[in-house]
């Protein structure tokens, strides 16, 4: 493993100073300000996720391709023996927060029966642990747990606890857990409340804890649920096709020392409830007090305390729900930077890994390259205006652009890559012709939409200057149109940002300038992106047309009939008929 992060660490180092390399080649004409040097500062603060993102996609697809069982390469502990019972007791933690009690109670209800026609019930109990704050959605939860006991009597415990004050969040609901009833089990399963998981994935999860006593966090690849929301559909084919490769890529450098991403995943409570006790951060401020994005502090405790932490990269029936528009996407976000934001107090840390200790840089790093894109798209157009000359050399700033645009998108060009490559997942993505027409609009929609989260990320950040925070608070789950009113209020800096990038394109020799126009078109229609993709018209356009498919959409397994998804209705009339329109392909039907 030393050797692997070694060579991981040889790439990115290399790729690092190459790069930053050909931009200083590229600011050369003229000579070097300090506008230069600022403009060079900035893009190195955004390489390192885009280098890290490319290697471990180019490691994730040769492992892909190369090797048998590239779970098994990656991920090397035993899987368990699946002709025994299950021997330890393992509690489902359902953690919950002025949520939509009827999806709740359909995911749990779902659960629940896989795991008693698998047999397994009785090695599980479930928790819902509630920090709702209004007493009409605490009042359903309660009558949801009493419809919950009396169908599964004698098959599970339901166990239902409300805190009256949502102390540490997340981290401190998990944590009363602990004290309360985590010595009567030897393992927890971690669960968002649009977490959902079939028996398999539950089953096999245990199973591994059981086999490898050294393993503390056993992380799920965590996929999308077929949607309705035509803002998530798309998002999730592009996180689905990046997520394999990248994971992967990561885990096997990674190893042992593997992320949390604080659910869908299974602890061992006993050192979990030992060890991974989260601080307050003493001070003032948002970035003082409790840790929000607290997942990964866990993760690398757990580590610390000698357990392993790993990834199970596979995709088997382990699901979440997507943000439904792109306001709350955004406020997902502005969450995660600021807890990651955080980290930056807990870098010193003593005894953690020095993997560990990367991983909280690079998350921090993560939120900052916004600002530092947004300050380089703007000095680099300031150098361009007060230049009299050509600041720029066209020859290797050319290379720059397309090497950065290759690392950015390498990910799901990697599963691309290999999911063409194999006739079962072409077929499960809806056919050749289709993924392509599919990955082309995913890839523009990208583009357009991470201006629009890095000018969120940068005014946040700029606020918590100024004592604002984020919070914790419910999370919008339904599909609804948005209000263009609140969208714009929500959204006019970026209009103000495009309506800026747009003025300096247009002043501009379209030969210099045509990649970076979607840098501003995605801003400058955000509030439109914004009302138009969580509208419900427009979920059923795209569900109809097909594009952006995911496989559980083509093949919808038996564990999602239960939760009744509008997506599998509509996937299912919508499904495809005639011949792939692919000549030359001699597999059947896969348009």
Known sequence: MTARRLLFAALVGISFVALTAL????????????LDLAIVGCFMITLPWTVIGFWNAVIGLLVMRLSRDPVDAVCPIDHGDVTRPLTSSTA?????????????????SAMISHLGRAGQARHFTLYVLSDTSMDDIALQ???????????????????????????????????????????????ALVLDADS????????GLVRRMEANPKLGILQSLVVGLPTDSAFARVFQFGMRLGMRSYTIGSAWWQGDCGPYWGHNAILRIAPFKEHCRLPELPGNGPLAGTILSHDQIEAVLMRRAGYEIRVLPQETGSYEANPPH???????????CQGNLQYRRLLGLPGLKAVSRAQLFLAILMFLGSPAWIGFMTLAAILGMVSDTMPFRADTGAMVFFTVLTMVFAPKLATVADVLARKDLRKAFGGPLRILISVGAEIVYAAMLAPIMAVAHTLFMGGLVFGKTIGWGAQARGVRRLPALLALQKLWPQTLFGLAGLAWLSVQPIALV????????????????AVATSAPLLGRIAAASTLWRIPEESAPPEELTALNLP?????S???PTQPDLVQGDAEPAEA
Not at 326 to 336: G, K, N, Q
């Open 141 to 187: 939860e309660q009558r949801m747990i009493a419809r919950l006991e009396r169908r599964f009597a004698g098959q599970m415990e339901v166990i239902y606890r409300r805190r009256s004050e949502n102390r540490g969040f997340k981290a401190g609901n998990i944590e009363d857990f602990c004290d309360r009833w985590g010595d009567r089990h030897d393992f």
């Open 573 to 575: 009339r919508s499904a």
């Open 196 to 203: 959902y998981m079939s028996a398999e994935a539950i089953i």
């Open 514 to 529: 045509w990649p970076v126009v979607p840098v501003a078109i995605g801003p400058l229609l955000a509030t439109v992106i």
């Open 326 to 336: 792109l306001l709350e996407f955004i406020r997902r976000d502005l969450r995660w």
């Open 567 to 571: 997506a599998l209705a509509k996937a």
């Open 23 to 34: 931009m200083t080649a590229t600011l050369s004409p003229g000579g070097y300000s300090l």
């Open 92 to 108: 489902l933690l359902s953690c919950v927060r002025d949520e939509d009690v009827e999806s709740l109670e359909t995911n749990l």
